[in-house]
Each structure stands twice: as structure tokens, then as C-alpha cells.
């Protein structure tokens, strides 16, 4: 599985991608602080871990 993340201007897009390409998952973020991105980005990528 792949976790793709892009950023445009205010917002960041995060999409969750199975190897044989088919996408899963698809959310839109809007920026914050850091640390919360941070903490985002942390439970994303444990989430398709598990």
C-alpha cells in the first residue's frame, strides 16, 4: 500500500493506494499547526499498517 500526500495552498490532500493501484481511501485536510499534521499523518500511515 502506498499513503500519497500533496499539499495545495491551504489544504492537504492524503490518498491511500493499493498495490495493484486501486484507491481506498481519499481525505482532504486543512492545515493547522505542525504538530497537528504531524499527529495526522502518524495515524494515517498506523491505520493502513494494521
Same mark, same amino acid.
Do not use: P, Y
Given at each position: +500500500?502506498?499513503?500519497? &500526500?500533496? *499539499? &495545495? @495552498?491551504? *489544504?492537504?490532500?492524503? &490518498?491511500?493506494?493499493?498495490? %495493484?493501484?486501486?484507491? &481506498? %481511501? #481519499? *481525505?482532504?485536510?486543512?492545515?493547522? %499547526?505542525?504538530?497537528?499534521? +504531524?499527529?495526522?499523518? #502518524? @495515524?494515517?500511515?498506523?491505520?493502513?499498517?494494521?
Amino acid at each position: +500500500m502506498q499513503v500519497c &500526500i500533496s *499539499e &495545495i @495552498g491551504d *489544504e492537504v490532500n492524503v &490518498i491511500v493506494v493499493q498495490a %495493484d493501484g486501486k484507491e &481506498i %481511501d #481519499r *481525505e482532504c485536510w486543512k492545515k493547522t %499547526d505542525k504538530a497537528q499534521f +504531524m499527529w495526522a499523518v #502518524r @495515524g494515517k500511515c498506523q491505520k493502513v499498517l494494521v
